[in-house]
């Protein structure tokens, strides 16, 4: 393992006996083991033979990739740990080398949701329930919505009465109904597994699941909503005064600030717990507004904007897309892992993933068309 040149000692780490690299990952947090995974394939053999002896892959997705890999397990039908997270490992090499192969169909759609096997396309005046993998047309809603979203045990149906009134409708798979009401604002409600949260038009927030609804708090600041979010299962509460509320119990309590952008024509395209991102047409340059625990961006030209795991995916306004390490996006280096060119050049107005073994689809509404733009890896050596 060592060898000597001159006077200098040299170690080699890389061909370290398998024996000792296991006690030296007994030592190590998870983000470390997750380096380590990355160094050879005699790490790598290392990495999975530790986890799988000891039964780490759990642990391994939730210290490593964001929110417990949430993004990941509600777009897929992966939900063993140790296929999450050898999917995600692929993305680091999908989106440095591997080819890819765009296909456009002809939806026109406002909104893009994927839940699990399901794909729903929001259109102008119907929604479609498709197959992710081959596009099949599984279900269709012959109705102008607002937006609309379907799980394994909830049917979320949202529509504008007017120009200022929302309403939700939410049911069962077998058309039972749970609830019927208006919405404050259109950013009141969080679809999240086979919960719903949604602020009512008199401030009350209501928690809905598959078997019934409860009341869970009353929110009596006067300030509007920007979004609701999940963070760990937990809901959160974004308003245009720049506090965040995390909702506990059947109480709310201040648990951050956030810096909003303060450009006239800044448009939200991505909100999570921890990340903003902003669109503007008049902004030059990216710029990162830090000062709390919220890292918010204005980027230019942006029009779309999702969180897949570890990586921000955006597209502009010229139909490019990019995908992003979110830790560089953090410390400013605002070179894409990837960059796509679509053949449209019109805005990119929604952006979705799609993940199953092996299979990476990245979903982006152009104009009048929807892109399939699917990631292809070959290497099987992960999943041997």
Known sequence: MSRKRGDTTYTNWGNCSFDILIKIFQKLPYKDIHTCFKINQAWQDAVVYYCNHYRLWKNLVNETIFDCARSIKERSVLFNPKAIYLNHIIWEHIISSAEYEIAYYDFACKKIHVNKDKLILVLENSVKVLNPFDFAILKTVNKKVVDYYETSHLIVLVDKMNHEEVKVSISDCNGKQKIEDYLFCENSLLVHNDLCWCMKSD??????????????????????????????NKPYLF???????????????????WSMPGLADSVLCWLDRFTAVYGSKSATQVRQLHDTDVLTFVIPRLTAATRHGNYLLLGYVDGLLEVHDHADLNQMKMKPKKKMQLDYNEPINALEVWQGKQTHIILAAIGDKLAKIRLSYFDQQYFK
Do not use: P
Request: hydrophobic share 35%; charged share 15%; glycine share 6%.
């Open 239 to 257: 308003t245009n005064a720049g506090c965040v509320y995390a909702i506990v119990g059947q109480d709310y309590r201040l648990e951050s600030h």
């Open 203 to 232: 401030r009350t927030i209501e928690r809905i699941n598959w078997i019934d609804s409860s009341f869970v708090c009353k929110f009596y600041n006067t300030h509007s909503n920007i979004g609701l979010v999940v963070y760990h």
